[in-house]
């Protein structure tokens, strides 16, 4: 596979040879939980993410040999399309940029919230004033892939795509200093060593992933630039989360939300648990993950409107766009060589 970069060309070799192998670690921070993480003694930190895919999807328009078969409404029973155009599917996702993201948008400024988009880079592209609209409000601008699910099959491959997402974006958003942070759930261990790679050449700092469903509070890994002789800083990991996702409405298997009062239940539930761990001494944090073509219809955008409602009534609740948590959890649980978080690089012998 060929293709051109910064008008020079690139060679996509295949393989998967991975060169960044950190070792499991199935402890963490064990009973020793942090305390006091969040700014002003806050209990919890709640972080609404919102997956800007609309445009990025799989299809023949975007060059694809089929059309896209998830997360959307004809599920389960959609299959893609091979060698066509699906309209239907294509009309689900235009909903999303069409009708979703401004319902979603005049939401969260009725209540002051911020989010982190985990930006499509094609999506950015394709999508009109909304990106630049989405920077100028102040909400965090995270990359969510150059082609949502295309991380690349080889660190060369991996490198040309990271590097097509910090052109898409920025110039989608006029911004020079993004992405500072990546969710890509099917990344591969080349795609994180090539992220900070490339997030070094081009000096715009790497604060956080979010390619992790292992635990309530952020963490820390070992820097994959180890693995080329640099500095071993440190890579924070902040946890996402499939539990309170929009999703669940389409999910084939048992969690399902039939209804907007399934959804709000669901949320005001982990909510309240994690509320309760944070009033004991261990603050936590919460995942919102939303999708504008889900989230943005109607009945559903109320589950949500009243949940924000139901959060807004509570004490010592902070929430926080990823990039503010990751910046408070570097002051106050900063990487360390030595003591509790030596135990997430720890070299464990492999049997």
């Known amino acids: ?44 930190a709640v972080s609404f993410t919102h997956n800007y895919e609309e445009g990025g999807e799989s299809t023949l328009w975007n060059g694809d040999d089929r059309s896209i078969a998830s997360l959307h409404e004809l599920l389960p029973n959609r299959e893609a399309q091979i060698g066509k155009r699906d309209f239907l599917v294509e009309s689900m996702y235009e909903y999303g940029a069409r009708q979703g993201f401004p319902r979603l948008l005049k939401l969260f400024d009725k209540y002051g919230f911020k989010f982190t988009t985990w930006v499509v880079a094609r999506a950015a592209e394709v999508t009109g004033p909304y990106p630049k609209l ?93 693995v080329k002789g640099e500095e071993d800083k440190g890579l924070l990991s902040i946890p996402y989360s499939l539990c309170n996702n929009d999703a669940c409405w389409f999910s084939p298997i048992g969690h399902s939300w039939y209804n907007a009062d399934d959804c709000f239940d669901q949320l005001k539930t982990d909510f ?25 219809k109607p009945g559903k955008t109320m589950a949500l409107k009243k949940f924000m409602e139901y959060i807004s009534s509570k004490p010592d609740v902070w929430v926080a766009t990823r990039r503010e948590i990751a910046e408070a959890w570097r002051k106050n649980h900063p990487y360390e060589k030595e003591g509790p978080t030596a135990n997430l690089h720890a070299d464990v012998k492999k049997y």
Request: include cysteine; charge should be negative.
């Open 134 to 226: 989405c920077a100028d409000l102040g909400h965090e601008i995270a990359c969510h892939g150059n082609r949502w699910s295309v991380p690349g099959e080889s660190f060369d491959e991996a490198k040309w795509h990271i590097n097509r997402s910090f052109d898409r974006l920025q110039k989608a958003t006029g911004l020079t200093d993004v992405p500072t942070a990546w969710f890509m759930a099917n990344s591969t261990l080349d795609t994180k060593l090539a992220r900070a790679e490339v997030h070094k050449e081009r000096g715009v700092p790497l604060l956080y992933h979010s390619d992790t469903y292992a635990t309530d509070t952020p963490y820390w890994i070992q820097d994959p630039l180890v």
């Open 272 to 296: 309240d648990y994690l509320y309760a761990e944070g009033q004991r001494g261990t603050p936590r944090m919460m995942t919102i993950a939303m999708h504008s073509r889900v989230y943005g």
């Open 1 to 44: 596979m060929a293709a051109i970069y910064d008008g020079k060309p690139v060679v996509l070799s295949g393989g998967d040879k991975y060169l960044f192998d950190p070792p499991r670690d199935f402890v963490g921070y064990g009973l020793e939980q942090p305390t006091n993480p969040w700014p002003n003694g806050a209990k919890i």
